[in-house]
Every structure is written in structure tokens, then in C-alpha cells.
């Protein structure tokens, strides 16, 4: 008998179940789908509007700060109120130029520097310039990144274009050394020189421009050439702290005489001269012209009064020769007049002559010397300033000798004269010899003597018509009398 197997298939109704799972899936993808793709959509247009939404128009977008103040969302009037706060810090601020030893100063306050209505409209318009997309874009980057608004700062470039002048001016001109400071104890102390230079006046506009817009205080380095220090260094200038000497002469104030001796003293101050380096009068003062500022005045021509240009400049040379000689310097060349000075005693005069005649001297200390004159109506005063290891601790200045030389009254007779009677009045002429000794703590003597030869001035009587018995010549003085007054 054959047997057969029959085979069981699979009941019907689990391909139904089947079915029926695989259609509830899929309704749950496209229900899910349609969830995200709202969720999406609502994202989309949040993140596209909410620029938009987050603040009204009259208020700063989030994310702004103006000078590390956080501005986003403050009102216009609020932003006024900023401004307001930082214009008056902005008094308060400075602008420095600097060129290595070159300093100077302007302020803000001096430039009207400040935050004006433009500044205030300009951080109102960020993101709210361009086309709906940049407006969009502009804002979220804003958001999210943060921006420092660039607020320009307004001041006044007439002003500050003419202190770039004035700068320009000053620094062309040849360099000077600093100046001295006195301590009320005798001590002596320097401010800074200023050199000499060709600044870039358009290239220091553009660059203290650009500074000055930042609305901060800062430093701008002065764009120039041909720079010339003077001839005393910083170091150098530490080293000069005492008066080694000083001395003054008087003459009368006002006139054009007054002037030349102003011009003079202030041609020889501020001089810097290092140790076994001279120092010569001449090549200070320059030539004693008009074109330097030289006016006509008195001078003494072979014993006689002359007008001339620059009659005062000897009395400077004078002055400056016995603080010389009071500070133990070296004098290397000195002329005496051709007779003596009114102004100084009998024997310390210092005459000079443009081309002919100086007043020079050595610095043979261990350190450098600093002139300093000073002109005041009626008197002129020259210090010599030093180290105080090179100021003598002994100086005598002293007359030796004396010789008189006696004169005589002439009789003239010029008929072409409108005066009856004219008289010149003569004087006597010396020889003299002044003798310098000084002395250092540190045991170093110097010693220097100057003769002076003072040619006599005879007396001179002129007459229009010849008298019936002019007076008689003067007899010159006996020895004795001579001695006497020496």
C-alpha cells in the first residue's frame, strides 16, 4: 500500500495579520514625517523671522557693543545717554606723539573730540541696512558672534592740522639741549632736549586721524627723517647736577643795546661742551647781523663811542668770562677792550670782534659743562653747570698789578665846527694782570693769568676860532702820583 504525506502549509490568515502590520507601519513613518516636516518648517520660519521679532526698531539689534559696552536692545535715547557718558571721558583723554627722544601732548579737550548724532545713527542702522536676506543675515551673525560696532569718534582736523604745523615748525629747527631745573637745596636737574627733524605733516595727519577716531587715548609714532640729536645725551645730562659758577653784570634796560645783549645770552645758553672739548663765542653767537636779529647800538672803536651793529654782545662775553674763570675752566683766548669796561672791574673784561677777536675756552674737567644764561631787563646772569665733583672747593680771582698810564689834553682848532667849544674827555689806560687760582677738593690746582693793556684816551679841545690863550697841555702825573694810584 502506498502511503503519501501531505504537507501543511502555512495558515491563511497569517499573511493576513502580515498585511495588516506592514499598512500600521507605514502610517506611522508618514504621521512622523509630517510631524518633522512641521516642526521644520515652524523652525525655519522662527529662525527666518525671529531677527525680526527679537527687538523693535528703535532699539539697538542684540549682540552690539560700542567700545566693550554692551549696547544690544537699548534705546535710542539710552544710547544718547552712552555717548554722553563716554564724551565726557573723552575730555579727560590725550593724544602722544612720540619720535625716540621727541614727546609731545595734545589733548582731546584742545581737539573737540567726541561722539556726535552721526555716531548714534550709525549704531542704530546695524542690521537694518540691505536687502531682506542681508538684514537677516547681518543680524544673526551679529547674534551669535557678537560685533564691536566701529563708532567713529568726530573731532576738529582744522585744529589738530594746525598743531601738526606748529610741530612741524618746532622740530625743523636746529636741536636743543634740555634744560636745567633748580633745587631750592642748589641742586641741579635736566627736563628732556628736543632733537631736530623733518616730520611727514600728511602722514602724521592720516596716522593721529585714524587714532583719534577710536575715540581712545594712544601713541603715535611721528613719521620723519633727517634727525638730528643734540650734542647732549640723556646720560650725559644726569651727570650735571650742581652750579660750579655763576656771575652777573648790569648795563641800563630798554633800548637797542638791551636787545643785542638779550640775543647774545640766549646764543650761548643751553650749550653742552664735553670734557677736552672748546667752546668759542664767535661760532655761538653766529655773526652779530640783522638777518639775526642784531640791532644797531653804541660800541667802543680805539677808546671811542661809534654807532654799530650788535654793540651789547662784549658785555655777554664778559659775563661769560668770569663765570668761566670762577668755575676753573680754561681760557684758551681772551682780548681785553681798548679800555675798560664800565660793567666789569678793571682787568675781567672779554671783548670780541666778529672775524678778528673771540672769547674761547677749554672744558678740562672730568665732566661736561652746561652754559646757562639768563636775560632780564638791567642784567644778564651766566652759570656754569657741572658735576659736583668738578666745583672748586677754592677760587680767588685776583688783581696783581695795576700800572697807570697817564693822558694828555690836546688843542685843535676846526674852523668847520658849528660848536665854539668842543671837548673830548680822555681817561687814563692801564696795564693789569689778573691771576686765577682754584683748587678741587680732589687736590687738582690750576692757576691762569690774563694781562690786560688798557691804552690811555687823551683829551682832545677844539675850538672853532683859535683863542688868544688856550690853556696849556697837562703835564703827565710824577711817578709818585702814578704809584699812588696804582
Not at 41 to 69: E, K, M, N, Q, Y
Not at 221 to 248: R, S, W
Not at 359 to 385: D, M
Request: hydrophobic share 35%; glycine share 8%.
Amino acid at each position: 500500500m502506498r502511503r503519501t504525506t501531505t504537507l501543511n502549509p502555512e495558515p491563511i490568515t497569517s499573511n493576513v495579520i502580515y498585511e495588516t502590520k506592514g499598512l500600521s507601519l507605514s502610517k506611522r513613518r508618514y504621521r512622523w514625517k509630517r510631524i518633522f516636516g512641521l516642526v521644520f518648517t515652524l523652525a525655519v520660519i522662527g529662525i527666518g523671522s525671529a531677527p525680526f521679532l527679537w527687538v523693535s526698531d528703535d532699539r539697538v539689534i542684540p549682540g552690539v557693543t560700542i567700545h566693550g559696552t554692551k549696547a544690544g536692545g537699548v534705546t535710542e535715547e539710552e544710547l544718547k545717554e552712552l555717548f554722553s557718558v563716554k564724551n565726557a571721558d573723552l575730555l579727560h583723554g590725550k593724544l602722544v606723539l612720540t619720535k625716540e627722544d621727541a614727546h609731545e601732548e595734545i589733548s582731546f579737550r584742545s581737539l573737540s573730540v567726541r561722539y556726535d548724532e552721526k555716531a548714534i545713527e550709525k549704531a542704530m542702522a546695524l542690521g537694518r541696512t540691505g536687502g531682506l536676506f542681508q538684514r537677516w543675515y547681518d543680524r544673526w551673525r551679529i547674534f551669535l558672534t557678537g560685533h564691536s560696532a566701529a563708532i567713529d569718534a568726530s573731532f576738529d582736523e582744522k585744529h589738530l592740522n594746525e598743531d601738526i604745523a606748529q610741530l612741524a615748525a618746532k622740530y625743523a629747527k636746529p636741536p636743543v639741549n634740555a634744560k636745567p631745573r633748580f633745587g631750592k637745596d642748589g641742586s641741579v636737574s635736566f627736563d628732556e632736549g628736543r632733537p631736530s627733524m623733518k616730520i611727514d605733516k600728511a602722514a602724521l595727519e592720516e596716522a593721529t586721524a585714524l587714532q583719534l577716531k577710536k575715540g581712545e587715548s594712544g601713541e603715535v609714532e611721528i613719521p620723519a627723517t633727517d634727525i638730528q640729536k643734540p650734542n647732549m645725551t640723556k646720560e650725559a645730562a644726569k651727570e650735571i647736577n650742581a652750579v660750579l659758577a655763576e656771575y652777573t653784570t648790569t648795563f641800563y634796560p630798554g633800548g637797542n643795546r638791551s636787545r643785542n645783549i638779550e640775543i647774545a645770552a640766549n646764543s650761548i645758553s643751553g650749550r653742552y661742551i664735553a670734557p677736552g672739548v672748546s667752546f668759542s663765542y664767535n661760532q655761538a653767537t653766529g655773526s652779530r647781523s640783522s638777518a639775526n636779529g642784531y640791532l644797531e647800538a653804541p660800541v667802543i672803536i680805539n677808546g671811542k663811542v661809534e654807532p654799530g651793529t650788535g654793540g651789547g654782545v662784549c658785555q655777554v662775553s664778559t659775563t661769560l668770562f668770569n663765570a668761566v674763570i670762577l668755575s676753573g675752566l680754561a681760557v684758551t683766548e681772551r682780548t681785553c677792550h681798548y679800555s675798560p669796561a664800565p660793567y666789569a672791574p678793571i682787568g675781567r673784561d672779554a671783548t670780541v670782534a666778529e672775524g678778528s677777536l673771540d672769547f674761547c675756552f677749554l672744558n678740562h674737567l672730568k665732566h661736561g659743562v652746561y652754559i646757562y644764561a639768563v636775560y632780564e631787563p638791567g642784567a644778564v646772569t651766566v652759570r656754569i653747570l657741572g658735576n659736583q665733583e668738578d666745583k672748586p672747593s677754592f677760587v680767588e680771582i685776583a688783581r696783581k698789578s695795576d700800572e697807570v698810564l697817564p693822558f694828555k689834553t690836546v688843542i685843535r682848532v676846526d674852523p668847520s665846527q658849528e660848536e665854539d667849544k668842543k671837548v673830548e674827555e680822555g681817561h687814563e689806560g692801564h696795564n693789569v694782570l689778573v691771576t686765577q687760582s682754584v683748587k678741587w677738593a680732589d687736590g687738582r690746582i690750576y692757576h691762569d693769568s690774563f694781562f690786560s693793556d688798557y691804552e690811555p684816551v687823551d683829551t682832545v679841545i677844539t675850538y672853532k676860532v683859535k683863542p688868544d690863550d688856550p690853556p696849556q697841555p697837562s703835564e703827565p702825573p710824577s711817578p709818585e702820583a702814578v704809584k699812588k694810584g696804582a
